[in-house]
């Protein structure tokens, strides 16, 4: 199948997905770090490092990097704060650029623009070879932990208001105004910032029962 009819398949354009970007440094050393990713309305691939990463050198002194779709935390743990070996990365079938021995879906990029400001850098990738094993994981993204987290606090303003705890109701407003705007920010105008609308508007018309008591 080709490359981005199969990226069309599982992606949606426009939401940040967290994988973990894989790179290779001048001597040839792997280097592994959880990062965001996304297409953009063409299927390529779109990272933001920080200017201050090995990952942000090291993609732009090599031009190349794989996304290692992964769903295991303890993963993500070990590229945020860990220390890699050798071992844990195999040859990319394409470029031949490190990529995680445990992933059975990745990406494999070459950087073709970057557009960087003073913090930070955006890097799109032409995807230049998709490796998907039979069975392989679903990427993270965060905006689904948001609209769980916002639906469970919008089932207690209900409760909340008519026991008078308006400090509680306070609190699970000001949570749901947090998931809200940062579901906005990673994945507007998706399915779930209109699945966000429907929640406000419930959250809202139980907040009208403050005013009636
Ligand atoms: C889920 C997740 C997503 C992340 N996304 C980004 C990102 O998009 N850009 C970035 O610069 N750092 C991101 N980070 C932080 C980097 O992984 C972290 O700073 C790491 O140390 C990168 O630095 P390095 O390339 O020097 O190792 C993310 C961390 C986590 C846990």
């Given amino acids: 199948m080709p490359k981005k009819k199969m990226l069309k398949l599982i992606f949606e354009p426009n939401i940040i997905y967290e994988g973990i970007l894989t790179t290779e440094n001048n001597e040839g050393n792997p280097h592994m770090a959880s990062m965001g990713f996304s297409f953009n ?21 090599k031009g190349m990097g794989v996304i290692n779709i992964v769903n295991d935390i303890e993963l993500f743990f070990k590229a945020t704060y860990g220390t890699a070996s050798k071992s844990d990365f195999f040859p990319s079938y394409k470029l031949k650029i490190p990529r995680l021995k445990e992933s059975n879906f990745y990406i494999e990029g070459r950087v073709k623009k970057i557009d960087e400001n003073e913090v930070r850098a955006s890097f799109i990738l032409e995807p230049v070879y998709v490796y998907a094993k039979k069975t ?24 909340f208001m008519e026991m ?8 699970l407003v000001s ?39």
């Fill in 164 to 171: 008078k705890l308006y400090e509680e109701v306070d609190r």
């Fill in 175 to 213: 949570l749901i105004d947090h998931y809200d705007k940062l579901i906005r920010r990673i994945a507007p105008n998706s399915k779930y910032t209109r699945i966000m609308d429907e929640i406000n508007k419930i959250v809202d018309s139980n907040l009208k029962f403050k005013s009636d008591h």
């Fill in 136 to 159: 392989y994981e679903r990427p993270f993204t965060r905006v689904e932990f948001a609209v769980i987290e916002a639906l469970i606090h919008s089932t207690r303003i209900k409760v």
């Fill in 41 to 61: 309305d063409e299927y390529d691939i779109v990272v933001r490092p920080f200017k201050d990463t090995r990952s942000y050198n090291y993609l732009k002194n």
